[in-house]
C-alpha cells in the first residue's frame, strides 16, 4: 500500500525554485532513499513533506488522506515525523526530557512506556546517559537521541535529513544498523542522504535528485550498481 505519495511537487523559495514538480511514492514497510547532491533540493523535499514548506504546485498524499496545506503540528498527529538536519536536540534537556518531548502529542502512557523501553534498548548508550544533558553527548549520541526522539511519536513514517552527517564511518555503520532494525520491527522510512553507498544498500529502493528534479529511480541495488550513479555519488569512475 502506498503511503506517501508527492505528485509534481514545486517550491519555491521567493522567486528561486528549488524543487521542479518532483513525483515519489513510498510504499508501507520500505525504506527509500533520497540522494542527491549538494544543494540537489533534498533538505526542501523534506520541508514540503513535514508541513515547514508549503508547495507552490502539487500533491502530497499521507496515508490515503491529501496533506498538502496540513499544518506541520497535525502531520505529526497523523504518524509523519522528521528526525531533523543537524540533529537539533534540545541541549539543556537531559536525554530522557528529550525523549519525553518526542511523545509530546500522544496521551497513550502505556505505550509511551513500551516505546520508551524499545528506545532504550535499541540505544543502550541513551540508557547509560539518560540524566546527562543532551548538549554534552558525542555527535553520534546526539544523532540517537535525534532518532529516538523521532520514534517516540510512533511515527507511521519516519522522516531522516542526512543521519550519517558529521560521523565517523564506525558510527554511521551503528546508526544505519539501527535505521535497518527500526524498519525490521515495522516503521516505514525516508531517508536523504549524502551518503549514497551506505543509504542505497539499505534502501528498498531510491530516487536520484539533482538540481530539483528526479532524474532516476530503481532498487536500492540497481541504483548502487548504475554506472552514472556510480560515478556521480558513489566516487567510482
Ligand atoms: P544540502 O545537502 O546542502 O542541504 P540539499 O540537497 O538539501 O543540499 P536544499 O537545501 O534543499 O538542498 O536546497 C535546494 C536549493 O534551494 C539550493 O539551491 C538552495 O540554495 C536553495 N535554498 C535552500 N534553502 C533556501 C532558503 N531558505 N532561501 C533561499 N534558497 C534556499
Known amino acids: 500500500m502506498t503511503l506517501l505519495e508527492l505528485e509534481n511537487v514545486t517550491v519555491a523559495y521567493g522567486?528561486?525554485?528549488?524543487?521542479?514538480?518532483?513525483?515519489?511514492?513510498?510504499?508501507?514497510g520500505e525504506v527509500v532513499a533520497l540522494i542527491g547532491a549538494n544543494g540537489a533540493g533534498k533538505t526542501t523535499t523534506m520541508r514540503a513533506i513535514s508541513g515547514t514548506r508549503s508547495l507552490s504546485e502539487g500533491k502530497i498524499t499521507f496515508n490515503g488522506e491529501d496533506i498538502s496545506k496540513l499544518r506541520a503540528d497535525l502531520r505529526v498527529v497523523r504518524g509523519l515525523c522528521q528526525s531533523p538536519e543537524g540533529r537539533q536536540i534540545f541541549p539543556g534537556m537531559t536525554v530522557m526530557e528529550n525523549l519525553d518531548m518526542g511523545a509530546y502529542t500522544r496521551r497513550d502512557s502505556a505505550g509511551i512506556a513500551a516505546d520508551l523501553d524499545r528506545v532504550l534498548t535499541l540505544f543502550p548508550r541513551l540508557a547509560e546517559r539518560r540524566k546527562q544533558a543532551g548538549g554534552t553527548l558525542s555527535g553520534g549520541e546526539q544523532q540517537m537521541l535525534a532518532v529516538g526522539r523521532a520514534l517516540m511519536s510512533r511515527p507511521k513514517l519516519l522522516l531522516l535529513d542526512e543521519p550519517s552527517m558529521g560521523l565517523a564511518p564506525l558510527v554511521i555503520r551503528q546508526i544505519f544498523d539501527i535505521i535497518t532494525e527500526i524498519n525490521q520491527q515495522g516503521t516505514t522510512i525516508l531517508l536523504v542522504e549524502q551518503n549514497a553507498q551506505q543509504a542505497l544498500s539499505r534502501a528498498h529502493r531510491g530516487y536520484v535528485l539533482e538540481t530539483g528534479r528526479i532524474v532516476k529511480e530503481g532498487s536500492g541495488q540497481d541504483l548502487l550498481h548504475d554506472p552514472s550513479v556510480k560515478e556521480a555519488y558513489l566516487g567510482v569512475a
Open 15 to 28: 522567486r528561486i525554485e528549488a524543487l521542479h514538480g518532483i513525483s515519489l511514492t513510498v510504499n508501507e
